[in-house]
């Protein structure tokens, strides 16, 4: 269960709102009881997020933004995808592996996301695509100079910019599903302790670490 309450349909008044509950889910019904997209996700990012029409308002432009970008979908994508990978969103990695299916990208160059330093499917600049999205996500923006300047021999400076943005922005929509537990990012912690067998003290555990 998500981690804050969802809007049901009688209680949605924005125009907004109504209109993806019912291109999504379809007119009769309630996505916060009856849930499940075509995409085989939940769909409790949409009904947790109408809490706010303005937030859920500006993030439905940032969805129009990419879509209407001058980037190479395909480049677009590794950015959205590999953000979702390094920041540990299983929602947003799903959903933009299914982007890149659709919008053709080899099997290959999908399967090697997780892996891309060690993959030789991907071009120079795909490659630098995505060293940049691990320096914006795992690095706080901290971008060697050489990956930099394979994104400026390709592409102009409004592409980078846009690339930029919308990497970033995704970082943010991982972070945010993982932190509310939204979509496929409902899952318990799985950094946890593991329990010691019965029996199993402090002494025991203080030779277990030294050995002797």
Request: proline share 7%; aromatic share 10%.
């Amino acid at each position: 269960m998500p981690r804050l309450r969802e809007v049901p349909r009688a209680e949605v008044t924005d125009e907004l709102i109504l209109f993806f509950y019912d291109r999504l889910f379809g007119p009769d019904r309630d996505p916060a009881v009856d849930h499940g997209t075509a995409t085989g996700s939940p769909g409790d990012w949409w009904t947790v997020f109408a809490q706010s029409p303005d937030v859920f308002r500006h993030a439905v432009k940032g969805f129009q933004l990419y879509r209407n970008a001058d980037l190479d979908p395909a480049l677009r994508e590794l950015g959205q995808c590999r953000a979702g990978w390094a920041r540990g969103s299983q929602f947003v990695f799903s959903q933009h592996c299914k982007q890149m299916r659709a919008l053709g990208m080899p099997e290959e160059k999908i399967e090697a996301i997780p892996h891309w330093q060690t993959a030789d499917c991907y071009s120079p600049l795909e490659r630098a695509v995505l060293a940049y999205t691990d320096a914006l996500v795992l690095d706080g923006g901290r971008v060697p100079d050489r990956v930099f300047d394979v994104l400026k021999e390709h592409l102009s400076d409004k592409e980078i910019l846009q690339l930029t943005y919308i990497t970033c922005m995704y970082e943010m929509h991982a972070t945010m599903c993982r932190a509310l537990r939204l979509e496929f990012d409902d899952r318990p912690e799985p950094v946890e302790e593991v329990a010691a067998p019965e029996g199993y003290g402090a002494r025991d555990i203080s030779a277990d670490l030294t050995g002797t």
